[in-house]
Structures are given as structure tokens and as C-alpha cells.
């Protein structure tokens, strides 16, 4: 793939069946992404560089999904002035209200948009960064619309069985 426009990090691989949502949302409008494993925790070292390095490849935004006490989405905040769409992944015990919670407090200063949890947060976090990129796009902006129209027309056309 060519540069990256948006980078998309998770904390594990057992986030990558969510995350692969935002991935194919970006693939489908023809956006291009990089996506890796990084945990903030795990490898705090590997992160700071790979934030440097990936900005400086010029991409527009980070998607971070992460689970549980899930600081990653933060972390990056902490680390770049980029936007941050935070998304939080499903947990065992919690069902990912621990992660939704923990994205989405961050302390004022160091926002992240925070997203649904789960396959629904992680598509529309892929969404959202087809339509800031749109902003400056004017083909991307008109696949956006055609999405949405797309959409509608299936909802107009929807029937409901009868009794
Ligand atoms: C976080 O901890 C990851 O984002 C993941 O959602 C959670 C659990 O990680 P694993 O134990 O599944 O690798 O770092």
C-alpha cells in the first residue's frame, strides 16, 4: 500500500477481529492505512517510536483500539497533536464497559473521540476518518456521499413481513 493516510493500532492481536472493521471501511473508500499491534504498556517504547515515525510518513489520524484499562488511545493523544479515535474493544469480564469508560475520560487537555464499543465503534471510527480526510478530498467526499445514499435507499426500500 502507499503511504499511510491513518494509522490504525491496537494493544493485541485479539483486538484485530474488531479492528479489522475500521481497516475495511478505509480499504473500501480506497484510504490508505497501516495496521499493527502496539500495547502501550507492553511496549511503551516501540509506541513513541512508531508515532514518530508514522507521522512523519504524514498520516491524518490514529485509530486506537484497546481493552480493559485501555490507555492507548491516550497515550497516543499524549504524544501527538494529530486526532485520536479511540475505540474500546469488548472485554471478558467487563464487556468493554471497562475500555468505553476508560477512553472516554480522558482529562481535559488531551482529548480522544471516543466511538461504540466494539464492530459498530470500530467501522464508524473508520467512517469518521473517510469523512475529516473528505474535508480536502473532493472524490472521497462524493464516495461518501454515494455510501450514504447507498444506505438510505436500503432503508426506503425495507419491508416489514406481514402478520
Ligand atoms: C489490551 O488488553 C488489548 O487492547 C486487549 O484488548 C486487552 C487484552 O489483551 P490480551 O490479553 O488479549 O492480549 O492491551
Not at 62 to 83: D, E, Q, R
Not at 119 to 135: E, P
Request: contains cysteine.
Amino acid at each position: 500500500m502507499s503511504k499511510p493516510l491513518v494509522s490504525i493500532v491496537m494493544g493485541s492481536a485479539n483486538d484485530w477481529d474488531v479492528m479489522k472493521q475500521a481497516a475495511q471501511q478505509l480499504k473500501d473508500f480506497g484510504v490508505s492505512y497501516d495496521a499493527r499491534v502496539i500495547s502501550a504498556h507492553r511496549s511503551p517504547d516501540l509506541l513513541f517510536d512508531y508515532i514518530k515515525d508514522v507521522s512523519a510518513q504524514g498520516v491524518s489520524c490514529f485509530i486506537a483500539g484497546a481493552g480493559g484499562a485501555a490507555h492507548l488511545a491516550g497515550v497516543i493523544a499524549g504524544k501527538t497533536t494529530l486526532p485520536v479515535l479511540g475505540v474500546p474493544m469488548p472485554s471478558k469480564h467487563l464487556q468493554g464497559l471497562d475500555s468505553l469508560l476508560s477512553i472516554v475520560q480522558m482529562p481535559k487537555g488531551i482529548p480522544v473521540a471516543t466511538f461504540a464499543i466494539g464492530d459498530a465503534g470500530a467501522a464508524n471510527a473508520g467512517l469518521f476518518a473517510v469523512a475529516m480526510l473528505a474535508i480536502n478530498d473532493a472524490g472521497l467526499a462524493q464516495r461518501l456521499q454515494a455510501f450514504r445514499k447507498k444506505q438510505a435507499e436500503a432503508v426506503k426500500a425495507t419491508t416489514l413481513p406481514d402478520l
